[in-house]
């Protein structure tokens, strides 16, 4: 059985919107690059008509995975969403206690993950800080182990 994957509405419309264009555009232009493939005649020595099978096959590989997320999609309400403590479709606030450096987080699920998203960067429920910090309130502080050592976290605010 799959797993549930946790969405912010925004993330969820992404994949579905990603979906739709892979099934109403690029289908179609891949049929027809197979098609005019075809028209070159041998197929065993035909370049082009094996860059459109490959072309194919990753297309229809991203589409089942976007379906299958689609069917296990759970969307987090963001007006339903309390900010007292840390949780998906949440920005919260921390300090590092050692470097005294601020920063600012967007909590996601594991598929909507971006570095360098503005105005915060995305970071999954699932990473490293992100499974510290869900759950927590303000005032709260956390060690996360992390490759380079360990980090020690004060939750400064929790926003939508």
């Known amino acids: ?5 946790t969405f912010t509405q925004e993330g969820y419309d992404k ?7 892979l099934i109403t ?5 891949i049929a027809e690059k197979l098609k005019e493939a075809r028209a070159f005649g041998d197929l065993s020595e035909n370049a082009e008509y094996d860059a459109a099978l490959d072309e194919q096959a990753e297309t229809e590989e991203r589409i089942q995975k976007l379906e299958e997320m689609v069917k296990n999609a759970e969307i987090i309400n963001e007006d ?3 900010s007292d403590f840390v949780g998906v479709g949440l920005n919260v606030k921390v ?4 470097t005294k450096q601020v920063s600012t987080y967007s909590i996601v699920g ?3 993950v ?10 999954s429920n699932e990473s490293l800080i992100g499974q510290h910090l869900i759950g927590k309130k303000k005032g ?3 060690e996360v182990v992390v490759p380079d050592g360990t980090r020690r976290l004060k939750i400064m605010g929790i926003t939508k």
């Open 1 to 5: 059985m799959t797993e549930k994957q």
């Open 15 to 21: 994949i579905v919107a990603e979906l739709d264009e």
């Open 25 to 29: 555009v690029k289908r179609p232009e």
């Open 80 to 82: 339903e969403i309390s």
């Open 95 to 98: 300090k590092d206690l050692d």
């Open 110 to 112: 594991t598929t909507e």
């Open 114 to 123: 971006d570095p360098f998203a503005e105005p915060f960067p995305k970071i």
């Open 140 to 142: 709260d502080e956390v």
